[in-house]
């Protein structure tokens, strides 16, 4: 049995950003037209007119100040409100595996590894841009990478189950090292003509390396052992996919094929089951709350993390033990802990612990308890 460790992690953030006070412009643009035309209904009051966001409303309601996208053209045109990406032909590379493929690269720099140290990829992440073939053996190819590649989706904890899988592949010694990439287009699924999420997510692709411990170069973080669990709920849901177009109403705009959540139900169901998991995976490894020096936490709104990372760590956090990143990136789906942990660990002292943490539709929730180390 070998020690599984992460010696490198990457981020790719696509330059182009909208702002609140863009999305809000934009949405209430749209609230406008739609509310016109249908004034006579609304007078009636045999319909609900579109209500308005506003920049406080999506502060308060999410700490998100910003997000990254692959497109803001199509998502701010109050007559499309979605992105608009050029056709690809078969045979360029997907735009997914094209982000995958810099975050990885970053990740193996970090590492001061290559290509040719690594035998598996696995790609995880909340929506793939098709069925098959899968979007890792692409990245794969791209890379140049020998081995094996498969592609994982538990919506916002892939990142962390899919670092459980290639933990322990590692560790039982199937694969040397592995590249877990989480390229999330969550702009393209996201419904931007719904008041409640409109402002919920944006888009990124992130990278982590995991290798023997022995094979390390670099100062690394041992995974001393993960836990994930999964409860079916309806209350995160996207009913999209390929059986769509064999129903009768299959090929309509429904509402419900693109992102869907019950709020309060989500808040009041997942932050018992994450905290008592991380406080259940900490009891079963010995290590006690108090001794955790970082929570990097799924960024999927500021009042859970904060409410997590006080249940996680017994405390109130002092500034930097639980950081948050989704005043800038919004939630990135599985993404998001990764870049929180990309940006938030080089600090850490030898011996020091920390818990990376995501959860999300499912309901799903995996953490990783990381101890780091000195290079050899």
């Not at 920049?55 to 308060?60: A, G, P, R, S, V």
């Not at 402002?199 to 692709?205: E, L, M, P, R």
């Not at 409860?231 to 849901?237: D, E, G, M």
């Not at 693109?258 to 709020?263: R, V």
């Amino acid at each position: 049995m070998y020690k599984p460790a992460i010696t490198g992690t990457g981020v790719f953030t696509p330059e182009e950003i909208i702002t609140n006070a863009e999305l809000v412009a934009s949405f209430n643009a749209y609230a406008d037209k739609v509310n016109a035309a249908n004034a006579d209904a609304i007078a009636a009051g045999t319909a609900e007119p579109v209500p308005y966001s506003s920049e406080d409303f999506i502060l308060k309601a999410s700490g998100i100040e910003q997000r990254h996208v692959v497109n803001k053209s199509g998502v701010l045109d109050p007559d499309v409100m979605h992105p608009l990406l050029r056709q690809r032909s078969d045979e360029e590379p997907s735009i997914m595996a094209e982000m995958a493929v810099d975050a990885a690269r970053k990740a193996l720099a970090q590492a001061g590894k290559t290509a040719a140290d690594v035998d598996l990829v696995i790609c995880a992440a909340s929506n793939m841009e098709r069925a098959y073939p899968a979007i890792a053996v692409e990245i794969q190819d791209l890379l140049g990478v020998r081995g094996f590649a498969f592609d994982m989706n538990v919506a916002c904890s892939s990142a962390t189950f899919g670092i459980q899988a290639a933990a322990d592949m590692v560790r039982a010694g199937s694969a040397r090292a592995a590249l877990v990439v989480n390229p999330e287009i969550c702009s393209a699924h996201l419904e931007w003509r719904d008041r409640d999420c409109h402002f919920i997510f944006g888009d990124v692709a992130t990278a982590t390396l995991i290798e023997r411990a022995e094979d390390a170069t670099v100062d690394y973080f041992e995974i001393r052992s993960t836990s994930c669990a999964t409860v079916f709920s309806n209350n995160i849901r996207n009913n999209n996919g390929y059986l769509r177009r064999s129903r009768p109403d299959g090929l309509a705009d429904r509402r419900d094929m693109q992102f869907m959540q019950n709020g309060r139900k989500v808040f009041k169901e997942v932050l018992p089951m994450v905290s008592q998991h991380i406080g259940d995976h900490l009891a079963a490894e010995g290590i006690d709350s108090a001794d955790l020096k970082r929570v990097w936490l799924h960024q999927a709104n500021k009042s859970m993390n904060d409410f997590i990372g006080r249940k996680a760590l017994g405390r109130t956090p002092a500034p930097g033990e639980q950081p948050n990143i989704l005043q800038d990136y919004a939630n990135t789906s599985s993404a998001g802990s990764i870049i929180a942990f990309s940006q938030y660990s080089n600090d850490l002292a030898p011996g020091d612990t920390g818990v990376i943490c995501s959860f999300g539709a499912g309901y799903s929730v995996g953490s990783v308890l990381v101890e780091r180390h000195a290079a050899h």
